[in-house]
């Protein structure tokens, strides 16, 4: 079993690097260390970070090894230099955060092939390994996004997602209520607000079978819905003024139509798929406008866990084995969200579709610890961000790796962003008469 585990670890941590590696070797090295947006760092800020990371944890906690580059450990804290800040930084050159990571991965392999995987909760199971492989990819994400907001030619390239396989049969579906298990205390690599599985319980309620796609955002915006403070909330009318929002970032009007820059690529939107970089803001309006709100986080992991025949609350929704490219729009295989119906096998027990990858999902939930929150290993993964300021989203991207996405995994951010790759999906009260 340990032997398969490192192995299994190692696999994990490869992944992670060899998409670090084409997300910065993709550009050059003006590229690499220009501030594409005040949101996002600059690139090679990103790569080393993830370095410096991994040799924190892996090199020097639990390998025990002397440190690599402790002088500059200041400089990739996150919580030391916003974002916006980090360009002034005196950073490692491209070349050198490229040599600095490659000699961590060794270290880190050598600790990998040494240390016990038990007997330590940080390393039980691979913990640890596997926290900083969905650290990686976390940031391999915001790298992805990063490349979103650049300006120039185009860089990446992925083939198309699938087509759709026919639109589910039902706008949206009963979920009958009760109480299910939320989160989780047997997933080894769920992150500590994953954490520990507890009994909620939903009331009935109905939730849309699909993403809000692009054509029903269309028809929002066309009846004014940009313009209406009816639908709006008073922080997020205030925002839509303060920021003067009229449509989904990286869209643009053509005659009649909408236009998106996806990737440096200038191109008629899609219909069919699921809408993308809208803020929670804009995606509690539309809801309104439609009638519906948008879910809690506990109704929508109730949609995408709980199976009724059984009563019990698998990983994923379509059962406990890992996600293949049959289930879900992960790990960047593709470039933007797949037609809504592109996944049948990934369909939950209710025939809701798409709950896992395609685009992250809004719900109407603060961020908040589960009862019996125990902050590990670090209280600034995710305590010091728990309040009303930060809102949940779920279900992962297209840019989201499998290893960083489960049924428990939890995501959050502030209710004004659009340059995340975050869409949703709607959900309303179902009334005494249709709850059966």
């Given at each position: 079993m340990t032997e398969a585990l490192r192995e299994q670890v190692a696999a994990q941590l490869r992944r992670a690097r060899d998409r670090s590696v084409g997300l910065t070797d993709a550009v050059d090295d003006d590229d690499l260390v220009r501030q594409h947006s005040r949101l996002m760092s600059p690139l090679v800020w990103d790569l080393a970070h993830i370095g410096n990371q991994e040799e924190l944890w892996l090199v020097r906690d639990v390998g025990g090894r002397e440190p690599v580059r402790s002088d500059i450990d200041e400089l990739y804290d996150a919580f030391q230099h916003p974002r916006a800040d980090r360009p002034r930084l005196p950073l490692l050159s491209p070349a050198e955060s490229r040599g600095y990571v490659r000699v961590v991965r060794d270290k880190v392999l050598d600790v990998l092939e040494r240390v016990p995987l038990e007997g330590r909760r940080l390393v039980d199971n691979g913990f640890a390994f596997g926290m900083i492989a969905q650290h990686e990819q976390q940031h391999d994400e915001t790298m992805l996004a990063t490349h979103q907001l650049r300006v120039g030619p185009p860089v990446l390239s992925a083939p198309p997602?699938?087509?759709?396989?026919?639109?589910?049969?039902?706008?949206?579906?009963?979920?009958?209520?009760?109480?299910?298990?939320?989160?989780?205390?047997?997933?080894?690599?769920?992150?500590?607000?994953?954490?520990p599985a507890h009994e909620v319980h939903v009331d009935p309620y109905f939730i849309d079978t699909a993403p809000v796609t692009n054509a029903g955002y269309a028809a929002f915006i066309a009846d004014g819905g940009?313009?209406?403070?009816?639908?709006?909330?008073?922080?997020?009318?205030?925002?839509?003024?303060?920021?003067?929002?009229?449509?989904?970032?990286?869209?643009?009007?053509?005659?009649?139509?909408?236009?998106?820059?996806?990737?440096?690529?200038?191109?008629?939107?899609r219909p069919d798929e699921p809408v993308v970089h809208v803020c929670q803001y804009e995606a509690s309006a539309y809801a309104a406008w439609a009638g519906k709100r948008l879910p809690t986080e506990a109704e929508w992991e109730m949609a995408a866990r709980f199976d009724p025949a059984t009563g019990r609350s698998r990983r994923f929704p379509w059962g406990d084995e890992?996600?293949?490219?049959?289930?879900?729009n992960l790990g960047q295989?593709?470039?933007?969200?797949?037609?809504?119906?592109?996944?049948?096998?990934?369909?939950?027990?209710?025939?809701?579709?798409?709950?896992?990858?395609?685009?992250?999902?809004?719900?109407?939930?603060?961020?908040?610890?589960?009862?019996?929150?125990?902050?590990?290993?670090?209280?600034?993964?995710?305590?010091?961000?728990?309040?009303?300021?930060?809102?949940?989203l779920r279900g992962g991207s297209f840019g989201t790796d499998p290893v960083a996405c489960r049924g428990t995994f939890r995501n959050w951010d502030y209710p004004i962003r659009r340059q995340i790759f975050a869409g949703f999906r709607c959900a309303r009260d179902a009334a005494p008469d249709e709850a059966g």
């Open positions: 997602p699938p087509a759709a396989a026919g639109a589910p049969a039902r706008s949206e579906v009963l979920v009958p209520g009760g109480t299910f298990t939320m989160g989780t205390s047997t997933e080894p690599w769920a992150l500590d607000n994953e954490r940009y313009d209406d403070p009816r639908w709006w909330s008073e922080a997020g009318w205030a925002y839509r003024k303060h920021a003067d929002l009229t449509a989904p970032r990286f869209w643009q009007r053509d005659g009649d139509g909408w236009l998106r820059t996806r990737f440096g690529v200038v191109e008629p939107i890992d996600p293949g490219p049959e289930h879900a295989r593709h470039l933007h969200p797949a037609p809504v119906g592109a996944y049948p096998a990934g369909a939950s027990p209710l025939g809701v579709h798409q709950l896992i990858g395609d685009v992250w999902e809004w719900t109407s939930t603060d961020f908040t610890g589960y009862p019996g929150f125990v902050a590990f290993p670090y209280r600034e993964y995710s305590e010091v961000f728990f309040g009303s300021e930060y809102k949940v």
